[in-house]
Nanobody
Framework: QVQLAESGGRLVQAGGSLRLSCAAS????????LGWFRQAPGKERNVVAT????????YHADSVRGRFTVSRDIAKNTVYLQMNSLKPEDSADYYC???????????????????WGQGTQVTVSS
């Protein structure tokens, strides 16, 4: 079992920055990929960014590339999402997830992840 706890979401003005944190506990994450997803009301959950725990390889969705950066701190067992130049369309609930990094799964698909945090709300005002 992996437990995930997000924090850092709040109301921010357009153009501002936020850093979301996801603290992980439970099993070792060496063989896991960590993902950030977001879901706006009435919309599907979409990938924002992913990072492999062992190698630190990252992926960022086109909509956030160049503005958001995913990273991890192995000593703190924490994954971060640095969000800059925020736009109103970035408003959503943001979820941290963990999945077994094995095989040829599509890691942009929420179904590839086994563990989820409770989410943290980000609201960007115009």
């Amino acid at each position: 079992q992996v437990q995930l706890a997000e924090s850092g979401g709040r109301l921010v003005q357009a153009g501002g920055s936020l850093r979301l944190s996801c603290a992980a506990s439970g099993r070792t994450l060496n063989n896991y990929i960590l993902g950030w997803f977001r879901q706006a009301p009435g919309k599907e959950r979409n990938v924002v960014a992913t990072i492999t725990w062992h190698g630190g390889n990252t992926y960022h969705a086109d909509s956030v590339r160049g503005r958001f950066t995913v990273s991890r701190d192995i000593a703190k067992n924490t994954v971060y999402l640095q969000m800059n130049s925020l736009k109103p369309e970035d408003s959503a609930d943001y979820y941290c997830s963990a999945g077994d990094f094995a095989g040829s799964r599509d890691y942009t698909d929420p179904a590839s992840y086994d563990y989820w945090g409770q989410g943290t709300q980000v609201t960007v005002s115009s």
